[in-house]
């Protein structure tokens, strides 16, 4: 499977402030997802990243408030923006291989403060 | 949108014993089935997964059953060991979007 590396780790933000997450996967992928684990919860799909066009959001998630990037077939990168306390979770990176299985990165672990 | 049920909640089962966690999915274009298994500060590892086309796949300890036509599906551990406790995540899957369920806390007592 592919080897999926997210940055950062983990990192405390300042309310208002924005932080971008970034995903590298060590082949060419077809597919690759941005999803958040809220505290103690499941995850929740945030869009898909399209290379080379923008991306495409789920009910609920704008690209005002999530930008995401994916300027070739192994990198993207998803920007929490304006944040609040509410957007304390984990992010995660997920990546769709030849065989149709989907894996995820570590997860970057946001808190808001 | 595709809504995925899990059960139970938390399961504590005893070393060597079996465990099962069941999903049920409302979206009958679902196609795809995986489970993950999500280690305390870590992401979500695929441990295996059924496509609608398989009604059972096996791997080691682990099995997975899917019945379309009720629109559920299971994961069996047998032989659980101490490695196993984690939380369990069942999904299923639309165009490779995963709509996951709540997930499913399992401890295995020594």
């Known amino acids: 499977s592919a080897v999926i590396s997210q940055k950062p780790s983990r990192d405390i933000c300042q309310r208002g402030t924005s932080l971008t997450i970034q995903c590298q996967v060590d082949?060419?992928?077809?597919?690759m997802f941005w999803y958040r684990q809220q505290p103690g919860q499941s995850l929740t799909l945030i869009a898909t990243a399209n290379q080379g066009s923008e991306a495409t959001y789920e009910s609920g998630f704008v690209i005002d408030k999530f930008p995401i990037s994916r300027p070739n077939l192994t990198f993207s990168t998803l920007t929490v923006s304006n944040m609040s306390p509410e957007d304390s979770s984990i992010y995660l990176c997920s990546v769709g291989d030849g065989g149709g299985e989907l894996f995820f990165g570590e997860g970057s672990r946001l808190t808001v403060l | 949108g595709e809504n995925v049920e899990q059960h139970p909640s938390t399961l504590s089962v005893q070393e060597g014993d079996s465990a099962v966690i069941k999903c049920t999915y409302s979206?009958?274009?679902?196609?795809?089935f995986p489970w993950y298994k999500q280690e305390l500060g870590k992401g979500p590892q695929l441990i295996i997964d059924i496509r609608s086309n398989v009604g059972e796949k096996k791997d080691q300890r682990i099995a997975v059953t899917l019945n379309k036509t009720a629109k559920h599906f299971s994961l069996h551990i047998t032989e659980t060991q101490p490695e196993d406790s984690a939380v369990y995540f069942c999904a299923a899957a639309i165009d490779y979007k995963l709509s996951f369920g709540a997930g499913t806390t399992v401890t295995v007592r020594a």
């Open positions: 082949s060419q992928v077809t597919m």
């Open positions: 979206d009958s274009a679902s196609n795809y």
